[in-house]
């Protein structure tokens, strides 16, 4: 179960992958307006698969080591200091660059979104078990309330599973289960 110390935490880890999210600044702290957050990804890590948000925008900035972020049909690798904008709508993935060196870099979600929220549900569904061996929530439902609260839209889904992932969600708010899930995790 999830150390209710956590909850006070800035910071999460990935189980598996060991990939930290720090939250600098909340929703709650910047009233909506906006979600800062910085990454850590190991070496040879990679974030989501190619995505995009149709509700809110974001900005990439490299802390340290290099940030390879492909959107729209463009590639670039950002240089410490370098940054890169993402607009709503645009399909963007990342990864870093080495398969040496970590890389930690920064995040401005804008407007704020439920991303923190969705972030400590899912590590904290890996810490209780309730996920496979990549992090994936082994309840379906979960899933879908995950990527709904982000607002991540995966570009290669079949159409079917995109209606399927509506109806678990809808499904998993008449069931009252994306309450819980805050309840119990953030």
Same mark, same amino acid.
């Given at each position: 179960?999830? *150390?209710?110390?956590? &909850?006070?935490?800035?910071?999460?880890?990935?189980?598996? #992958?060991?990939?930290?999210?720090?939250?600098?600044?909340?929703?709650?702290?910047? =009233?909506?307006?906006?979600?800062?957050?910085?990454?850590? %990804?190991?070496?040879?890590?990679?974030?989501?698969?190619?995505?995009?948000? +149709?509700?809110?925008?974001?900005?990439?900035?490299?802390? *340290?080591?290099?940030?390879?972020?492909?959107?729209?049909?463009?590639? &670039?690798?950002?240089?410490?200091?370098?940054?890169?904008?993402?607009?709503?709508?645009?399909?963007?993935?990342?990864? =870093?660059?080495?398969?040496?060196?970590?890389? #930690?870099? !920064?995040?401005?979600?804008?407007?704020?979104?439920?991303?923190?929220?969705?972030? !400590?549900?899912?590590?904290?569904?890996?810490?209780?078990?309730?996920? *496979? =061996?990549?992090?994936?929530?082994?309840?379906?439902?979960?899933?879908?309330?995950?990527?709904? +609260?982000?607002?991540? !839209?995966?570009? &290669?889904?079949?159409? %079917?599973?995109?209606?399927?992932? =509506?109806?678990?969600?809808?499904?998993?708010? &008449?069931?009252?289960? *994306?309450?819980? %899930?805050? !309840?119990?995790? #953030?």
């Amino acid at each position: 179960m999830l *150390d209710i110390k956590q &909850k006070d935490n800035r910071s999460i880890t990935h189980t598996f #992958t060991g990939e930290k999210i720090t939250f600098l600044e909340t929703s709650k702290e910047t =009233n909506g307006a906006f979600e800062y957050i910085e990454v850590f %990804l190991p070496p040879g890590g990679e974030g989501p698969g190619l995505h995009y948000h +149709m509700n809110f925008k974001e900005s990439f900035e490299v802390i *340290d080591g290099e940030l390879k972020i492909l959107y729209g049909k463009e590639e &670039k690798v950002l240089q410490i200091g370098e940054t890169l904008h993402v607009a709503k709508g645009e399909h963007h993935t990342f990864l =870093n660059a080495s398969n040496e060196k970590a890389v #930690t870099f !920064r995040v401005k979600i804008t407007p704020a979104n439920q991303f923190e929220e969705s972030m !400590r549900i899912l590590y904290g569904l890996m810490e209780d078990g309730k996920t *496979d =061996n990549k992090g994936l929530p082994k309840d379906k439902i979960h899933g879908a309330l995950i990527l709904d +609260m982000q607002d991540t !839209r995966l570009v &290669k889904m079949p159409f %079917l599973i995109k209606i399927l992932l =509506n109806h678990l969600v809808k499904k998993g708010k &008449k069931k009252g289960i *994306d309450k819980e %899930l805050l !309840r119990r995790y #953030t």
